[in-house]
T-cell receptor, first 113, second 115 residues
Framework: DAKTTQPNSMESNEEEPVHLPCNHS???????IHWYRQLPSQGPEYVIH???SNVNNRMASMAIAEDRKSSTLILHRATLRDAAVYYC??????????????FGAGTQVVVTP | EAGVAQSPRYKIIEKRQSVAFWCNPI?????LYWYQQILGQGPKLLIQ????????DSQLPKDRFSAERLKGVDSTLKIQPAKLEDSAVYLC?????????????FGSGTQLSVL
């Protein structure tokens, strides 16, 4: 399975932007890049996903490198509610990986008032 | 839209006992997943169903864990007998289908403590 690498933790001030990096050098052509986050005592929550182009939604933006070997999740104005573990995951369509969402350790985001 | 429902929310049992968890996915979702999340770790995929068929159970400890999804809707995950290391949160998720661009919706999980 294609793997991702994320920093263990990142800290941000409230109302500042947060840039969360993710490396996925072994990504295949049909892998989508997904981001989920998990608040304390809750199940993971979908944030955003994309294939090649940068994407935006009401929660966040994702910038994808031209070679697709890395991506960055951008939270435009961090709030205390954004304190969570953020997971960058590749979701593919090969025989071994079709539909699987395999989580790594993620990045713990700490937001300081 | 109703989310993924799981029950019970908490369960405490002694080792060697049996336990079952129930999941009701979002209506119309063909793909259902069970994950195990040990404290401090990311969720680990145990089993993936497509309708009522298993498409991946490579990480399910089949000597003690079993799961079924009758009629392609609700699902049950069972542990028999439980071990101390099974203490974890068990998460159920569903998606419309298993295409790579489909997002997953997660339930709140069942927290299992094995004493």
């Amino acid at each position: 399975d294609a793997k991702t690498t994320q920093p263990n933790s990142m800290e941000s001030n409230e109302e500042e932007p947060v840039h969360l990096p993710c490396n996925h050098s072994t990504i295949s052509g049909t892998d989508y890049i997904h981001w989920y986050r998990q608040l304390p005592s809750q199940g993971p929550e979908y944030v955003i996903h994309g294939l090649t182009s940068n994407v935006n939604n009401r929660m966040a933006s994702m910038a994808i490198a031209e070679d697709r070997k890395s991506s960055t999740l951008i939270l435009h104005r961090a709030t205390l509610r954004d304190a969570a573990v953020y997971y960058c995951i590749l979701k593919g369509m090969t025989t071994d990986s079709w539909g699987k969402l395999q989580f790594g350790a993620g990045t713990q985001v700490v937001v300081t008032p | 839209e109703a989310g993924v429902a799981q029950s019970p929310r908490y369960k405490i049992i002694e080792k060697r006992q049996s336990v079952a968890f129930w999941c009701n996915p979002i209506s119309g979702h063909a793909t259902l997943y069970w994950y195990q999340q040990i404290l401090g770790q990311g969720p680990k995929l145990l089993i993936q169903f497509q309708n009522n068929g298993v498409v991946d159970d490579s990480q399910l400890p089949k000597d003690r864990f079993s799961a079924e999804r009758l009629k392609g809707v609700d699902s049950t995950l069972k542990i028999q007998p439980a071990k101390l290391e099974d203490s974890a949160v068990y998460l159920c998720a569903s998606s419309l289908d298993r295409w790579a661009n489909e997002k997953l919706f997660f339930g709140s999980g069942t927290q299992l403590s094995v004493l």
